[in-house]
């Protein structure tokens, strides 16, 4: 098959798969077709697949990401006063490093909102359904939703990673973050560094956790983000790079003052 036609074929499978979707036809144009598989593989539910359908979507999904380019995060320059911090701002799914953070939803089963923007959506959509499956076989077996401030780890599949990292930060619906969800976001970057260590993960990329739809105020995120990490590697040497990967101009302004960069 061709790229086009792995993309035709992963998008049929998917309606095949549900009959609410009988009347729904394969649009001409290719950034519709992509949008229609994301939104299906962001919609379905954690269920068995043939091999066929997994060997399909592999080749496509890594295609997809070679194309895109990936960033080798051994490259990206280390901040002056702090040699195994990084600062970058940019995609994190396109991150060649040993392990990447994704915050995730209590579920712990990724995003199930069509095309929705936040960090579990994109990982999810580029790693593949085995990702769901995986995630969704772990929280079987664990019986109850994940609380704030703990770690999941899995394999990244298509993602130039070779593992995810799953967290799950403090949601702050009223006013000011409590002391007590200040601790769960420190305990987050605590335990995704941890388990990267007993992984073997020598760098690891943070996104900032949180601070999307959980409402984490963005400056004193990135201030407990900094201190933990600080505080873990004073003490634990087999992690060389950690860097904190931020998305926004906003986070970038925040990143900069806090670790005195330029």
């Not at 019986?143 to 990292?165: D, V, W």
């Not at 060389?240 to 101009?249: L, P, T």
Request: charged letters at 25%; aromatic letters at 6%; hydrophobic letters at 40%.
């Amino acid at each position: 098959m061709t790229h086009d036609e792995q993309r035709k074929y992963l998008i049929q499978k998917l309606l095949d798969e549900d009959i609410q979707y009988k009347d729904v036809v394969i649009p001409a144009d290719v950034q519709q077709q992509k949008l229609l598989l994301r939104s299906l593989m962001n919609v379905r539910p954690p269920k068995a697949v043939s091999r066929e359908f997994m060997e399909v979507q592999d080749n496509y999904l890594s295609n997809e990401r070679d194309a895109a380019g990936v960033v080798d995060a051994a490259s990206l320059p280390v901040v002056p006063q702090y040699p195994r911090l990084v600062l970058w701002q940019g995609d994190i799914t396109v991150l060649n490093c040993d392990a990447i953070v994704n915050a995730a939803n209590s579920q712990m089963c990724g995003c199930f909102r069509a095309l929705h923007s936040c960090i579990d959506n994109i990982v999810h959509t580029k790693a593949g359904i085995a990702l769901r499956l995986k995630c969704n076989e772990i929280m079987q077996k664990q019986g109850r939703e994940e609380p704030a401030g703990q770690a999941k780890i899995t394999p990244a599949y298509n993602l130039p990673c070779k593992y995810i990292l799953h967290t799950v930060g403090p949601i702050i619906e009223t006013g000011y973050p409590s002391e007590q969800q200040k601790e769960q976001l420190a305990s987050c970057y605590r335990s995704c560094l941890q388990l990267a260590s007993e992984y073997g993960c020598k760098s690891i990329a943070f996104c900032c956790i949180s601070t999307g739809v959980f409402m984490f105020p963005n400056r004193e995120a990135a201030e407990i983000a900094i201190k933990t990490v600080k505080d873990v590697l004073a003490v634990d040497t087999r992690i060389e790079r950690v860097i904190f990967n931020v998305y926004k101009d906003l986070d970038k302004e925040i990143y900069e003052k806090l670790l005195a960069v330029n």
